[in-house]
């Protein structure tokens, strides 16, 4: 079994209608119980929470209750108060909260009862998917064609649900890179909605399918490359992505989404100035040729400046560390060849024909450079640039390593405190990357 219930509530007026919903109708004297007789059988909620105020559970749960005669289906009534302080609808929400089941197929009903049970429905909601793995079918409300008329109409409102789900996927995205949530919102629209075929949203063209299949697929890789702080195949991605949301959103997004362009625009801006500059053609070729052949000038360090910043606005400290670190090594590679096109063009590799050009090489200057600096050798006079730009190292390396190794060390890591200095030292790196005199390694140090 599927487990599907209905969480509704009774209005203490309970007048005979014609509820109309598509092409079917039902009578009833509360949208609720029309709602039960519409559904089709595969959709039909075996259980039914209803909530009551005092009144209501004296004048209409009786007729409701009457009106189901639906076989196998389980009326379960709530009281609740009337709502009229915050204490009131606090104890209301702790009512759905510890009534409905865990895991179960929810459907809405909101038509009825005082009007702030609506926002109690739709916050109880949001807590019930996230903590307790409750899925929404659908949400309706039964809508009079006209005061006091004798009809009215059912209607899907499960958009203002969803809306809130694409928001917080969307600034969940933009805030941590984590697109999980955005990329199961997309699956409706791809052909593979992870549920029943009802979920899915067919577009007019078949192509559309596959431009929501690929938008998926590249925010999972932007995602993938972002949480694991790995600048440049995150840069790569981010251009693809870019290049995606520059080109019209497939038309059927608008059947769920009121401004996808909005939406998806916002999320184009968040990364403009952290892809890589790729134009299509590039983009075209395997993506670990485009590695090889990028190139390290002025935009491409101030790009990594913007996403260290990222990660420590979104306190991912340890990624922000860790990236210092090789930025600081990208750093002195660019002055050393910033007029030797080649060996600028292959910044990346660890090694090089000439050993001195290359990362290795760079690491081991600076690792001289600090020792130099913690022993205070006046044999080997360091400048006053070279002593800072050792202590800013030491500072990076060491912290970088208590966060990396997740403390499995003698020192005790005080987070704040090192997140501190941290920040501190980023700040004087930044405002000084722009100055050859400041990162010179070669003063006569060598390891003989």
């Not at 362009?261 to 983009?283: D, Q």
């Not at 990396?404 to 200095?421: C, D, I, M, T």
Request: glycine share 4%; aromatic share 8%; proline share 5%.
């Amino acid at each position: 079994m599927d487990n599907r219930v209905l969480l509704t509530s009774l209005g203490n007026n309970p007048k005979t209608k014609t509820y109309h919903w598509g092409d079917k109708s039902a009578v009833a004297c509360q949208s609720p119980a029309a709602l039960l007789k519409l559904l089709p059988d595969e959709r039909r909620p075996e259980e039914v929470i209803v909530l009551v105020t005092p009144e209501a559970a004296r004048i209409t749960l009786p007729r409701f209750e009457k009106e189901l005669n639906l076989p196998g289906l389980k009326l379960r009534p709530v009281q609740i108060p009337l709502g009229r302080s915050e204490a009131e609808l606090w104890k209301g929400l702790q009512a759905i909260l510890q009534t409905v089941p865990a895991n179960c197929q929810l459907t809405l009903d909101v038509t009825h009862a005082f009007r702030s049970v609506a926002f109690l429905f739709f916050t109880a909601v949001f807590y019930l998917q996230a903590l307790r793995g409750v899925t929404v079918q659908a949400a309706y409300y039964g809508m009079e064609e006209q005061p006091n008329s004798n009809d009215a109409f059912i209607v899907d409102i499960s958009l203002l649900l969803e809306m809130v789900r694409w928001t917080y996927a969307t600034r969940i995205f933009l805030d941590t890179g984590e697109a999980k949530e955005l990329s199961l919102l997309l699956a409706p629209f791809s052909g593979n909605s992870g549920a029943n075929a009802d979920d899915k949203i067919n577009p007019t063209n078949a192509s559309d399918y596959e431009a929501v299949v690929k938008l998926r697929h590249t925010l999972n890789r932007v995602s993938d490359a972002y949480m694991r702080a790995l600048p440049v195949e995150f840069g790569i991605e981010a251009a693809e992505l870019a290049e995606l949301l520059e080109k019209p959103l497939p038309e059927h997004l608008h059947a769920r989404l009121p401004l996808p362009e909005e939406l998806f625009g916002e999320v184009h801006r968040h990364f403009a100035e952290r892809k890589l500059p790729l134009t299509t053609e590039e983009l075209s070729i395997e993506k670990a040729q485009i590695k090889k052949r990028l190139a390290l000038d002025e935009a491409e360090i101030r790009r990594q400046v913007s996403l260290i910043d990222a990660y420590l606005e979104n306190d991912h400290v340890n990624h922000a560390a860790g990236l210092m670190r090789e930025w600081i090594i990208t750093v002195v590679y660019w002055h050393r060849n910033k007029n030797t096109q080649g060996l600028v063009s292959e910044y990346l590799k660890a090694a090089s024909h000439d050993r001195r050009f290359s990362r290795e090489y760079i690491e081991g200057r600076l690792a001289l450079l600090e020792d130099a600096y913690i022993k205070g050798s006046t044999v080997i006079p360091l400048t006053a640039n070279q002593k800072w730009l050792a202590e800013a190292w030491r500072m990076i390396r060491l912290y970088r390593n208590d966060l990396h190794h997740h403390g499995f060390g003698e020192r005790y890591v005080n987070f704040q405190q090192g997140r501190k200095k941290l920040e501190k030292v980023w700040v004087e790196l930044k405002a000084s990357w722009m100055s050859p005199d400041k990162w010179i390694t070669e003063q006569n140090i060598s390891r003989g």
